[in-house]
């Protein structure tokens, strides 16, 4: 069968029509601060992923999947500062994996980052075999736009250092304001310089399977 001129026009807009929803059924809406509470996730290739989920009184879970089907666990002040760090083994947190972190302040009178400024504190860590003290400084770098995947966010990278352990490890947070959570981008120590990054970020809702929040009495 032979096409005329108009009937190809007509069959391609047809053609186009249908590809136009279908993209834009596939396309899933970038995540904003309210999503927290439900949990958003933040993709890396290969299938590894990091949720994060609000737990109230300025505390943020971050729950990291590896590809391996293992899972690491950990609390933030302010969706920033490392409260509480623990491995997850078969849906239950392994104790002997836990670390906490005391601050002086609680998570919700903890700083939020601002362009320019910084923080340094006294933390207590407890390991399980006892308690030690480091400082930690934040150093908050200037706004910049960054993007992740189809969704653009204002950022503040922060540089974090230790001491008088660790002196020579650098950590490079990524601190995304309109979502109130901060990630790992690089750590620098020694010779090695390893950088991570991710390539999607979307709502739980329109993300892989998140799995569930751990302990919302958690501190």
Same mark, same amino acid.
């Given at each position: 069968?032979?096409?005329?001129?108009?009937?190809?026009?007509?069959?391609?807009?047809?053609?186009?029509?249908?590809?136009?929803?279908?993209?834009?059924?596939?396309?899933?809406?970038?995540?904003?601060?309210?999503?927290?509470?439900?949990?958003?996730?933040?993709?890396?290739? $290969?299938?590894?992923?990091? +949720?994060?989920?609000?737990? &109230? @009184? =300025?505390?943020? !879970?971050?729950?990291?999947? %590896?590809?391996? #089907?293992?899972?690491?666990?950990?609390?933030?002040?302010?969706?920033?500062?490392?409260?509480?760090?623990?491995?997850?083994?078969?849906?239950?947190?392994?104790?002997?994996?836990?670390?906490?972190?005391?601050?002086?302040?609680?998570?919700?009178?903890?700083?939020?980052?601002?362009?320019?400024? $910084?923080?340094?504190?006294? +933390?207590?860590?407890?390991? &399980? @075999? =006892?308690?030690? !003290?480091?400082?930690?400084? %934040?150093?908050? #770098?200037?706004?910049?736009?960054?993007?992740?995947?189809?969704?653009?966010?204002?950022?503040?990278?922060?540089?974090?250092?230790?001491?008088?352990?660790?002196?020579?490890?650098?950590?490079?947070?990524?601190?995304?304001?309109?979502?109130?959570?901060?990630?790992?981008?690089?750590?620098?120590? $020694?010779?090695?310089?390893?950088?991570?990054?991710?390539?999607?970020?979307?709502?739980?809702?329109?993300?892989?399977?998140?799995?569930?929040?751990?302990?919302?009495?958690?501190?």
């Amino acid at each position: 069968m032979t096409l005329t001129p108009d009937a190809r026009t007509a069959l391609w807009g047809a053609v186009l029509a249908l590809a136009g929803l279908a993209g834009a059924a596939a396309a899933q809406p970038c995540p904003v601060a309210a999503d927290l509470d439900a949990g958003i996730v933040f993709s890396v290739a $290969g299938g590894e992923r990091e +949720v994060f989920r609000s737990l &109230g @009184a =300025g505390r943020v !879970e971050a729950v990291y999947h %590896y590809g391996d #089907g293992t899972q690491s666990r950990a609390v933030l002040g302010q969706g920033v500062y490392l409260l509480d760090r623990a491995d997850i083994l078969d849906g239950r947190i392994l104790a002997d994996t836990r670390m906490r972190f005391d601050f002086p302040l609680t998570p919700d009178r903890m700083p939020r980052p601002l362009a320019g400024g $910084g923080w340094t504190v006294r +933390v207590s860590v407890d390991d &399980g @075999a =006892g308690t030690t !003290e480091e400082i930690q400084s %934040y150093s908050f #770098g200037p706004h910049t736009e960054y993007t992740i995947g189809a969704c653009s966010y204002a950022m503040i990278p922060i540089h974090l250092r230790y001491a008088p352990e660790n002196e020579g490890l650098l950590e490079v947070l990524h601190y995304l304001p309109q979502l109130g959570v901060a990630y790992l981008a690089r750590s620098v120590y $020694g010779g090695s310089d390893e950088r991570y990054h991710y390539h999607r970020v979307a709502p739980v809702a329109a993300g892989p399977g998140a799995g569930p929040a751990y302990g919302k009495d958690e501190p």
